[in-house]
């Protein structure tokens, strides 16, 4: 019943109406014109140009040289006709693909940057959850694959539809002067225009069913391609697991041209019976019927005029033909162009408030704090509160699955909470800026992302400005990567990944954990958030660390979640989640007195430590 539903909507929101079909176009052209209108109006120009000579040196120009010939005229004027024209044609040729190659590809450039820039910013402001979306999810995909290809779709249908609107308005006049019961068939091929439109709207649901299977495809590739994959894929036997989805995909893919492909051949072999059949082969029997049975003294077209519309009336008609077909894809591009107005339009439900957070920080309190992930079942956080002193250190532990990482997450505003509130210094960050909050914080994930750039800007995280180095140098010693960076050809300034550059570096799982690491010493933020940043250390390296972290972040607040209980030892205070609640919270020397679950758990894990160095000294 649910899924009716759905399939209704869904069914709903594919159609759109004629206003909105318009609206969706000029958009894009729209875009084009304030990026470059200069671009915009040569692009057409050139085409009224190029239609408007195609005329007088075709149909135009034959028709006078058949009528001069067969009425034994004088050709001089015709020689002088044709000799300005020529003229006319190498200048326009000329200019215009001198402007096709030296100016347009810039301005092509300053088009593609300004919608890209509208999309990026749009997508770094969406909230997280909305990747959690499917079907947000493949919109958002949808519009970053068509956006820009679709804006020059539009402006290159409209230059299209003008040139046949200039070819037709030309010939017509032609044939209508010939004689105006031409007419009727130079304007049958409009009654097929509702065939045209159906085969849009088939073409356009095809390419909507094929793009969730696209997007495995790609999701296939991706993992035989890409580094983070490729030492799986080289055991065990998950290549041919993925081989196996690759062979489902193109399945659907053949089960859908089956779907779509015969109704395509059906719609378009009617609409080109219409078109050649009966437009063109009955213009033609009619013109050479007036011409040989009635004659020029019959009332009846002359050899010339006969000759003309033979040649003009597949002109007219495949123009017309043209014109609906360039309506239609209009409404194709509409379609897809929703989707990209969807996206942008799109009002992020996290939105900043008006303030600054403070500079400096200051205490932050979570206050019945209850969260749930858009779908699940049940709330992931319940009734969480605590306070961060100011320069607190606080241990955030708690077997996996029980809310670390999502409470983190709500602390840095990534998701709102569904219940309760966070202050910082009395006051709730959703009345503060988002960016000015967020700067507040230096944060280094558990799945951190280092970026093709280099050392230096991957720990900045910013353009480097003088002076920079020095705290670059200190943030590395401090992480314990400097002298693996010093090790690397270009030092601060080589690539990471070998990907766009040949002197690139591959680092190490744990070496890329300390460069992520280095960010939060680099930039002095008032709060330090680390999500498990020894995960990838071995103990020595990673007791060296959390040494070095306690000095270098001295006198900021810091939340550090580790699965190493050793570690929280060093923490003021210590946060233990289970299944989403606060279970208990004090200072190691409490919990351990309290010998609740935190004691039981920190005696556990030293059991273990003790096992293995026992094993290891036997
Ligand atoms: P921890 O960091 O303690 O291991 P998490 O905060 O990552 O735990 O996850 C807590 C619970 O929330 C888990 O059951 C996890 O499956 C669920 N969860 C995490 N992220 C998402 C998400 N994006 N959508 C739905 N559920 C999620």
């Given at each position: 019943m649910k899924k009716n539903k759905e399939n209704k909507k869904k069914k709903e929101k594919k159609k759109i109406s004629a206003k909105r079909t318009w609206q969706n176009n000029l958009f894009a052209l729209r875009e084009v014109g304030k990026a470059s209108p200069i671009y915009l109006a040569v692009y057409l120009g050139a085409t009224v140009v190029y239609g408007l000579l195609g005329f007088f040196t075709g149909a135009y120009l034959l028709r006078e040289i058949v009528n001069a010939v067969e009425a034994g005229e004088d050709l001089s004027g015709l020689v002088i006709y044709v000799a300005v024209f020529m003229t006319v044609s190498v200048?326009?040729?000329?200019?215009?693909?001198?402007?096709?190659?030296?100016?347009?590809?810039?301005?092509?450039?300053?088009?593609?940057?300004?919608?890209?820039?509208?999309?990026?910013?749009?997508?770094?402001?969406?909230?997280?959850?909305?990747?959690?979306?499917?079907?947000?999810?493949?919109?958002?995909?949808?519009?970053?694959?068509?956006?820009?290809?679709?804006?020059?779709?539009?402006?290159?249908?409209?230059?299209?539809l003008l040139g046949h609107i200039i070819t037709t308005s030309a010939n017509s006049f032609l044939l209508f002067f010939i004689d105006p019961w031409l007419m009727v068939f130079a304007l049958f091929p409009l009654l097929l225009g509702f065939l045209k439109?159906?085969?849009?709207?088939?073409?356009?649901?095809?390419?909507?069913?094929?793009?969730?299977?696209?997007?495995?495809?790609w999701y296939v590739q991706r993992t035989f391609y890409l580094n983070d994959y490729a030492k799986e894929m080289r055991i065990g036997g998950i290549y041919r697991l993925m081989l196996r989805d690759l062979r489902?995909?193109?399945?659907?893919?053949?089960?859908?041209?089956?779907?779509?492909?015969?109704?395509?051949?059906?719609?378009?072999?009617?609409?080109?019976?219409?078109?050649?059949?009966?437009?063109?082969?009955?213009?033609?029997?009619?013109?050479?019927?007036?011409?040989?049975?009635?004659?020029?003294?019959?009332?009846?077209?002359?050899?010339?005029?006969?000759?003309?519309v033979i040649g003009s009336i597949a002109t007219v008609s495949y123009s017309l033909n043209y014109i609906v077909d360039t309506l239609t894809q209009f409404h194709e591009h509409a379609l897809f162009l929703e989707d990209?107005?969807?996206?942008?339009?799109?009002?992020?439900?996290?939105?900043?408030?008006?303030?600054?957070?403070?500079?400096?920080?200051?205490?932050?309190?979570v206050e019945h704090l209850s969260f749930r992930y858009d779908g699940a079942e049940k709330d992931t956080l319940e009734d969480i509160s605590f306070t961060l002193g100011k320069g607190e250190r606080l241990a955030l532990v708690g077997s996996n699955?029980?809310?670390?990482?999502?409470?983190?997450?709500?602390?840095?505003?990534?998701?709102?909470?569904?219940?309760?509130?966070?202050?910082?210094?009395?006051v709730n960050i959703k009345e503060m800026t988002l960016d000015s909050y967020r700067e507040r914080f230096g944060t280094v994930f558990q799945d951190f992302k280092l970026f093709s750039m280099s050392v230096r800007e991957n720990i900045l995280l910013r353009e480097p400005r003088e002076g920079d180095d020095e705290l670059v140098t200190q943030a590395l010693k401090e992480s314990g990567a400097y002298e693996r960076v010093m090790r690397l050809p270009k030092g601060l300034d080589t690539v990471l990944t070998r990907e766009f550059d040949d002197q690139g570096a591959n680092l190490s799982v744990g070496e890329q954990q300390k460069?992520?690491?280095?960010?939060?010493?680099?930039?002095k933020t008032p709060f330090v958030i680390l999500d498990e940043p020894s995960s990838a250390l071995d103990p020595v390296a990673e007791y060296t660390m959390f040494e070095n972290m306690m000095r270098a972040t001295e006198g900021r607040s810091v939340i550090f979640i580790s699965h190493r209980l050793s570690s929280a030892v060093l923490a003021d205070r210590v946060l233990l989640l289970d299944e989403g609640r606060i279970a208990e919270i004090g200072t190691h020397e409490e919990l351990m007195r309290k010998n609740g679950k935190y004691a039981e758990m920190f005696a556990r894990q030293a059991e273990n430590y003790l096992g293995s160095e026992v094993t290891e000294n036997e």
């Open positions: 200048l326009a040729y000329l200019a215009i693909s001198w402007f096709w190659n030296v100016i347009s590809p810039k301005m092509e450039e300053k088009i593609s940057l300004r919608i890209q820039k509208k999309l990026f910013q749009k997508a770094s402001e969406v909230e997280l959850a909305c990747y959690e979306n499917p079907s947000f999810y493949d919109k958002y995909v949808r519009a970053m694959d068509e956006a820009q290809n679709r804006v020059y779709q539009v402006l290159n249908t409209l230059d299209t439109k159906r085969e849009s709207k088939i073409n356009h649901d095809w390419a909507v069913a094929r793009k969730t299977t696209e997007r495995r495809v489902g995909s193109y399945r659907t893919f053949r089960d859908l041209t089956h779907k779509y492909g015969w109704k395509m051949t059906a719609l378009s072999t009617l609409r080109h019976i219409g078109l050649d059949v009966l437009t063109v082969f009955g213009a033609t029997l009619y013109a050479v019927w007036s011409a040989m049975c009635l004659g020029p003294e019959g009332g009846g077209m002359s050899v010339g005029d006969c000759v003309v990209v107005r969807y996206f942008l339009d799109y009002e992020p439900k996290i939105v900043g408030g008006e303030r600054r957070a403070p500079e400096d920080g200051g205490e932050l309190r699955g029980s809310g670390k990482t999502t409470l983190v997450k709500l602390l840095l505003r990534l998701y709102d909470p569904k219940e309760g509130e966070i202050l910082l210094d009395g460069l992520s690491l280095a960010r939060v010493f680099a930039e």
